[in-house]
């Protein structure tokens, strides 16, 4: 067994990276493959050619057996290398990379896992839309696919990638709770426990996501200015199972004022460690653990208990009804793209319909 790699000029000036592999098969002969290898530097073609090296004495040639067939890798052999040299080496998110794995498990591979990434055409693309899935998660697992493809491309594996379109989906507005179901529940968990409130306070008028309620350390939170910092969110790692520290989703910071009830409820809380929510023994608290909270709180409260993503919900829903402009309720989200802010932007029509009502109402009062 041999792995070389060596530069080969081409007549137009560049250059690009081959890879001769020399494999000996169990049945006792010699299979050598010469290809283009992907990558920019020696060391990448290495690398890949070693991989290469492996997948062909684990599961041998394949269906044809031929150097030409086997060129190009199916999407079952693709995907661990997508998932280490772009997930993991651009460290992106370990929810990002669960949902690539379970996308790649779940729905890919038991469609198009035998398929060379060459050989994907529409017909393809058709058989996953067909699949009885949510347009959310249809729509999710193609974008994760066009990802896939577009990588393929830029490392040389294929040389084109085919056009993907969504499936249509229906416009879904978020739940949130309106200003009396929002009083009920917070005052239901102020009755539970000072964290619960706390909780509720974060997601409901600071607009923190689960994890970036969990990350709120002491030290982001500034009582003289009346602030606090999200520049941390609590999430597992990797492949370990710990619980870490990352920045927040879209990897920017943000500066949030702090209302008079969450500054109340803060400055009310045990200071048992780092974190601002801890459980008794002064560590952070789990999503689990906190998810189980608030469904007591809602259920007191006479709601139907669902995620802790609904505050969020809550927070940007209540800020369009007092009729925040976009811009500003983007930048106190902390989203990305202003794509998702308008999502909220039906409840616009009620703002205006209360603006006209005020009008008819002064103009009523003025002619008596």
Same mark, same amino acid.
């Given at each position: 067994m041999a792995v070389n790699v060596r530069e080969r000029k081409l007549p137009s000036g560049g250059s690009h990276w081959q890879a001769d592999i020399r494999v000996r098969l169990p049945s006792g002969v010699l299979h050598r493959e010469r290809l283009k290898a992907p990558g920019n530097t020696r060391n990448q073609a290495l690398r890949w050619a070693r991989q290469r090296e492996a997948h062909i004495l684990r599961f041998g040639l394949g269906e044809r057996g031929t150097q030409r067939s086997r060129g190009v890798p199916t999407l079952a052999e693709f995907a661990p290398r997508f998932i280490q040299d772009h997930v993991v080496a651009n460290r992106l998110s370990p929810t990002t990379k669960r949902d690539y794995e379970n996308t790649i498990k779940n729905h890919l591979i038991p469609v198009l896992g035998n398929l060379r990434l060459d050989k994907l055409d529409a017909r393809h693309v058709q058989a996953l839309k067909r699949r009885q899935l949510a347009a959310t998660t249809t729509n999710k697992m193609l974008n994760q696919l066009k990802a896939i493809l577009r990588a393929a491309v830029?490392?040389?594996?294929?040389?084109? /990638?085919?056009?993907?379109?969504?499936?249509?989906?229906?416009?879904?507005?978020? /739940? *949130?709770?309106? *200003?009396?179901?929002?009083?009920? =529940?917070? #005052?239901?968990?102020?009755?539970?426990?000072? #964290? =619960?409130?706390?909780?509720?306070? =974060?997601?409901g008028d600071a607009g923190l996501r689960c994890g970036e309620i969990l990350g709120l350390r002491w030290t982001n939170v500034n009582f003289d200015r009346h602030k606090l910092l999200v520049c941390d969110n609590l999430v597992r790692a990797r492949d370990e199972g710990e619980w870490i520290l990352r920045t927040p989703k879209g990897g920017r910071p943000r500066w949030l004022p702090l209302s008079a009830p969450l500054e109340r409820a803060l400055q009310g809380l045990p200071r048992r460690g780092e974190h601002v929510i801890t459980n008794e023994s002064g560590r952070h608290m789990t999503p689990n653990a906190l998810t189980r909270r608030l469904a007591r709180a809602q259920r007191d409260a006479g709601l139907k208990p669902c995620g802790p993503h609904i505050l969020r919900h809550t927070f940007c829903s209540h800020l369009v009804l007092r009729g925040v402009h976009v811009r500003t309720i983007q930048k106190l989200a902390g989203h990305a793209e202003l794509s998702t802010t308008e999502i909220y932007m039906h409840l616009v029509s009620e703002v205006e319909e209360d603006a006209i009502r005020r009008l008819r109402d002064e103009d009523a009062g003025s002619s008596s």
């Open positions: 830029n490392w040389g594996v294929i040389e084109t /990638r085919i056009e993907i379109t969504g499936v249509k989906q229906p416009d879904k507005h978020p /739940r *949130f709770y309106d *200003f009396a179901d929002y009083r009920r =529940l917070v #005052e239901a968990a102020g009755a539970l426990s000072p #964290e =619960l409130y706390a909780i509720v306070r =974060l997601g």
